[in-house]
């Protein structure tokens, strides 16, 4: 719920006043049970940031992430207990494991802490690594000694060990081989299917977006500028950037230099432009509008979002 995150920046601006990194700017975003969610939009533009105020690792600055209707810290900023129903699953694996520990001794202590009871507690951990499509024999195990996939798929267990509302997955795939990929994908693809796996997915890879997720979210300077049904946004796009993004990601061969395709570079967010922070990259912008007035994300057909005067 209007959710916005500032970095104040130190030393000050050319004539001494405090500048701060808007780093994401009044998000409005519903995800509904057993729904997949896609984050998309160029590095910078916030989904990271996002996507850690959602799991609880940052606090917002403004605004309030709930889940299920409740707030997910209380007054003075604290994780309410119960409420770590959120879990994240990062790049890179192997950082996101303790080496000391095996495999099977940090998914149980996940249960632990996510149930409170020891109860059938090896039971409970193999059906969990069974899950994942890893034979239970890998509880002996230490990180090391597992293959990257292997590793993100325990990553992927001890986070279902919390039996998360919501799992949100910040580029889950790109530190694996491309062969990898596609085995945790499927992965992902089957949690959401057979436990009704809530997710928010982000990826700079929007064919792994498209196959994974009902919903997507264009990003773009900290904010929302369309959010829509995958199929419609992929064949649709009504934002420009989404068009522009779109072009790039549909095409691999071409790159920059071709008509459609990313031109430009990512606005500083430290000094946004005026307007529609997409004005000096727009083909469609009409000098006077939109280089002064910031389109609000309103809502279209088909229970579209876009940001744009023109949309
Ligand atoms: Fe382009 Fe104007 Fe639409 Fe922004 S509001 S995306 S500048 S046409
Ligand atoms: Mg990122």
């Given at each position: 719920?209007?959710?916005?995150?500032?970095?104040?920046?130190?030393?000050?601006?050319?004539?001494?006043?405090?500048?701060?990194?808007?780093?994401?700017?009044?998000?409005?975003?519903?995800?509904?049970?057993?729904?997949?969610?896609?984050l998309v939009g160029e590095s910078?533009c916030?989904k990271?940031?996002?996507?850690?105020?959602?799991?609880?690792?940052?606090?917002?600055?403004?605004?309030?992430?709930?889940?299920?209707?409740?707030?997910?810290?209380?007054?003075?900023?604290?994780?309410?207990?119960?409420?770590?129903?959120?879990?994240?699953?990062?790049?890179?694996?192997?950082?996101?494991?303790?080496?000391?520990?095996?495999?099977?001794?940090?998914?149980?202590?996940?249960?632990?802490?996510?149930?409170?009871?020891?109860?059938?507690?090896?039971?409970?951990?193999?059906?969990?690594?069974?899950?994942?499509?890893?034979?239970?024999?890998?509880?002996?195990?230490?990180?090391?000694?597992?293959?990257?996939?292997?590793?993100?798929?325990?990553?992927?267990?001890?986070?279902?060990?919390?039996?998360?509302?919501?799992?949100?997955?910040?580029e889950?795939l790109a530190?694996?081989?491309?062969?990898?990929?596609?085995?945790?994908?499927?992965?992902?693809?089957?949690?959401?299917?057979?436990?009704?796996?809530?997710?928010?997915?982000i990826s700079h890879q929007l064919s792994t977006v498209?196959?994974?997720?009902?919903?997507?979210?264009?990003?773009?300077?900290?904010?929302?500028?369309?959010?829509?049904?995958?199929?419609?946004?992929?064949?649709?796009?009504?934002?420009?950037?989404?068009?522009?993004l779109?072009?790039t990601a549909?095409?691999?061969?071409?790159?920059?230099?071709?008509?459609?395709?990313?031109?430009?570079?990512?606005?500083?967010?430290?000094?946004?432009?005026?307007?529609?922070?997409?004005?000096?990259?727009?083909?469609?912008?009409?000098?006077?509008?939109?280089?002064?007035?910031?389109?609000?994300?309103?809502?279209?057909?088909?229970?579209?979002?876009?940001?744009?005067?023109?949309?």
């Open positions: 719920k209007q959710v916005s995150k500032r970095y104040a920046l130190s030393g000050g601006g050319l004539f001494g006043k405090a500048r701060s990194l808007r780093a994401v700017t009044d998000i409005d975003l519903v995800i509904r049970p057993g729904r997949s969610v896609g910078g916030g990271s940031t996002l996507a850690k105020i959602a799991a609880g690792f940052v606090p917002p600055s403004s605004g309030s992430v709930m889940v299920k209707g409740q707030p997910q810290r209380d007054s003075k900023g604290h994780i309410m207990p119960g409420r770590r129903k959120v879990q994240m699953v990062f790049q890179d694996p192997l950082a996101a494991l303790d080496p000391r520990l095996t495999i099977g001794a940090q998914i149980e202590e996940a249960l632990v802490l996510a149930s409170g009871s020891k109860e059938r507690l090896a039971e409970r951990r193999d059906d969990l690594l069974r899950n994942v499509g890893l034979n239970p024999e890998f509880a002996t195990r230490f990180p090391h000694e597992l293959s990257g996939g292997q590793r993100q798929r325990v990553v992927i267990s001890r986070a279902l060990a919390a039996e998360p509302e919501l799992l949100v997955c910040d889950p530190a694996l081989d491309v062969s990898v990929q596609a085995q945790i994908l499927a992965l992902l693809d089957e949690l959401r299917r057979s436990m009704g796996l809530t997710l928010l997915f498209r196959y994974l997720c009902d919903e997507v979210v264009v990003m773009y300077a900290g904010r929302i500028i369309e959010q829509g049904k995958t199929s419609g946004i992929y064949e649709t796009p009504r934002h420009p950037y989404s068009t522009m779109l072009a549909l095409d691999p061969r071409t790159r920059r230099k071709r008509e459609g395709a990313i031109v430009g570079e990512a606005p500083n967010p430290i000094a946004l432009p005026s307007g529609c922070p997409f004005h000096p990259r727009c083909s469609k912008a009409d000098p006077a509008l939109c280089m002064n007035e910031r389109p609000p994300l309103r809502a279209l057909d088909g229970g579209r979002l876009a940001a744009c005067h023109f949309a």
